[in-house]
Structures are given as structure tokens and as C-alpha cells.
Nanobody, 121 residues
């Protein structure tokens, strides 16, 4: 079994910062792309940022210059540093990863359970 577990969410005032973490655990052979998505109430889930195994990144226009995605391949962990947070960043944030399980010859796509981020004064 494989699990993606997010941490670091919570309530923050506008202009504040939060750092999300997502650790992948279980019988993992290799991890490829890792990313963060978010879903606000009444809206579709959207990509926030993605990072390749080699460290190449891509961001949604709405978070460019404010959010930074990074990863620690030795720890199977991806991070999202969120600065200058705005009320419109309020959402449930989901971790996502493409990975291969040990003994399974195909890649699969996995999701975390989601973590709430609320930006409000």
C-alpha cells in the first residue's frame, strides 16, 4: 500500500505564510512528478504547482511569485511554501504523485486525503 499524507495546513491571516508538506510512504519503488492541487468550495480542483524528479517546476498563474514547490527525494516528500497568502487561496489542498510500487511494473497516480488552508482575518 502507498499513502500520501499532507501536513501544515491551517488558518492564517491575509499576507501570511504557510508551508505544506506531503510525505509518501509504503512500498515505493520510484516517484516521478509530485504536485499540489486545490479545490475551493463550489469550484473544480485545480493545479497549483508541480515538480519533476529532477526539480523542474511549473505553477498556476495565480500563485506565481508567491508559492514555491520543492521536494526531498531521499524523504519522498514534497513541500509547498506559500507566501503573501490571499483569501482566494482558501481551499483544500491535495498532494499528488506519480509513482511505481515495488513489484508492480506500471506507474500509478496517487492522491493525499487533502488538508484545509483558510486565509482570513
Amino acid at each position: 500500500q502507498v499513502q500520501l499524507v499532507e501536513s501544515g495546513g491551517g488558518l492564517v491571516q491575509p499576507g501570511g505564510s504557510l508551508r505544506l508538506s506531503c510525505a509518501a510512504s509504503g512500498s515505493i519503488f520510484s516517484i516521478g512528478h509530485m504536485g499540489w492541487y486545490r479545490q475551493a468550495p463550489g469550484k473544480q480542483r485545480e493545479l497549483v504547482a508541480v515538480i519533476t524528479y529532477g526539480g523542474s517546476t511549473n505553477y498556476a498563474d495565480s500563485v506565481k511569485g508567491r508559492f514555491t514547490i520543492s521536494r526531498d527525494n531521499a524523504k519522498n516528500t514534497v513541500y509547498l511554501q506559500m507566501n503573501s497568502l490571499k483569501p482566494e487561496d482558501t481551499a483544500v489542498y491535495y498532494c499528488n504523485a506519480d509513482l511505481r510500487r515495488r513489484g508492480v511494473p506500471i506507474w500509478g497516480n496517487y492522491w493525499g486525503q487533502g488538508i484545509q488552508v483558510t486565509v482570513s482575518s
